[in-house]
Nanobody, 116 residues
Framework: QVQLVESGGGLVQPGGSLRLSCAAS????????MYWVRQAPGKGLEWVSD????????YYSDSVKGRLTISRDNAKNTVYLHMNTLKPEDTAVYIC?????????WGQGTQVFVSS
C-alpha cells in the first residue's frame, strides 16, 4: 500500500534552515507528481509546493516562494523540501501528499517550529 513518511522537522530559529524529507513506497514514485502541504496551529491545510514527475517543473505558494525549494530523487523514492530564511509563520506540520486513482494519500507529517 501507499506509504509516505516525512522526517527532518524540528525547532529552528528565525532565519534558519531545515530540510524535510518524504520517503515514499507502495507505488511507482517516478510516475507521480508530489506535493507538500502544511497545517499551522489552529488553521486549515495550506498548499505549499508541488513537483512534476521528473523534477523539472516546480510550483510554490506566494508565502514560501524564494525561500523554500522542492526537489525529488526518483532513485531514492524521496521528495524533499529545502527550507531557508524560515519565519515564525512557517511554524506548522508539514505533510507530503500524492494522488493515485483520484484518491489522496497523506503522510503523518513532521513538525516545524520556528522560534527564538
Amino acid at each position: 500500500q501507499v506509504q509516505l513518511v516525512e522526517s527532518g522537522g524540528g525547532l529552528v530559529q528565525p532565519g534558519g534552515s531545515l530540510r524535510l524529507s518524504c520517503a515514499a513506497s507502495g507505488f511507482t514514485f517516478s510516475k507521480y507528481w508530489m506535493y507538500w502541504v502544511r497545517q499551522a496551529p489552529g488553521k486549515g491545510l495550506e498548499w505549499v509546493s508541488d513537483i512534476n514527475t521528473g523534477g523539472s517543473s516546480t510550483y510554490y505558494s506566494d508565502s514560501v516562494k524564494g525561500r523554500l525549494t522542492i526537489s525529488r530523487d526518483n532513485a531514492k523514492n524521496t521528495v524533499y523540501l529545502h527550507m531557508n530564511t524560515l519565519k515564525p509563520e512557517d511554524t506548522a506540520v508539514y505533510i507530503c501528499k500524492m494522488t493515485w486513482r483520484s484518491r489522496d494519500y497523506w503522510g503523518q507529517g513532521t513538525q516545524v517550529f520556528v522560534s527564538s
